[in-house]
């Protein structure tokens, strides 16, 4: 199984001000079938499910703020949200859809400092 | 809108089963991969199983294949999962979610509580 670790496990932002969390894979999330890094975000509120920010490790989804970015290949990526407001303290997971089974990072949790 | 359902949660023995229901609105079922995940309470996610739009392919974490099965309805807009000897640690929310890659949409989750 794909081991998915994520650093720090909790992180304090000011707002309006850069948080960046990182996903390291034990293995690669590059298909070769298509180059394409099978990396995903979430974010996930209290009592909410999780929902989908980021996938292929970078394409925003439709209606995502453009604050938050991703970025890496292989086995190292980085979720970016460039100025932290309010509404993001959530928790936040990486997902490799590379190999059965899926594998979700442990979360961060993201909070304003 | 798309829109997910789960129901059939519940507090369980341990031993026992429980058939858990995903009912979609607003999208191709049929077209769909459809998963599901669940969390522990205060834990992450965890990934459990998957199954094609037509049921023909279907995945599983080693450690639920044998007791938990996947299966849809696609006639009924409905995924479906039926779990068996229930343990303690299977109390979860458990969520469906669209999707064989990443995952689109995300039902409410229902919370199953396994507990003598």
């Known amino acids: 199984d794909i081991v998915m670790t994520q650093s720090p496990d909790s992180l304090a932002v000011s707002l309006g001000e850069r948080a960046t969390i990182t996903c390291k894979s034990s293995?690669?999330?590059?298909?070769?079938?298509?180059?394409?890094?099978?990396l995903a975000w979430y974010q996930q509120k209290p009592g909410q499910p999780p929902k989908l920010l980021i996938y292929?490790?970078?394409t925003r989804k439709s209606g995502v703020p453009d604050r938050f970015s991703g970025s890496g290949s292989g086995t190292d990526f980085t979720l970016t949200i460039s100025s932290l407001q309010a509404e993001d303290v959530a928790v936040y997971y990486c997902?490799?859809?590379?190999?059965?089974?899926?594998?979700f990072g442990q979360g961060t949790k993201l909070e304003i400092k | 809108e798309v829109q997910l359902e789960e129901s059939g949660g519940g507090l369980v023995q341990p031993g026992g089963s429980l058939r858990l229901s995903c009912t979609a609105a607003?999208?191709?079922?049929?077209?769909?991969?459809m998963t599901w995940v669940r969390q522990a309470p205060g834990k992450g996610l965890e990934w459990l199983a998957m199954?094609?739009?037509?049921?023909?392919?279907?995945y599983y974490l080693s450690s639920v294949r044998g007791r938990f099965t996947i299966s849809r309805d696609n006639a009924k807009n409905s995924l479906f999962l039926e779990m068996s000897s229930l343990r303690p640690e299977d109390t979860a929310i458990y969520y469906c979610?669209?999707?064989?890659?990443?995952?689109?949409?995300w039902g409410q989750g229902t919370l199953v509580t396994v507990s003598s």
């Open positions: 979610a669209t999707g064989w890659a990443s995952h689109d949409y």
């Open positions: 607003g999208l191709t079922f049929g077209n769909s991969w």
């Open positions: 199954i094609k739009e037509d049921g023909s392919e279907i």
């Open positions: 293995q690669t999330v590059i298909n070769p079938s298509n180059n394409k890094n099978y």
């Open positions: 292929w490790a970078s």
């Open positions: 997902h490799q859809y590379n190999n059965v089974p899926r594998t």
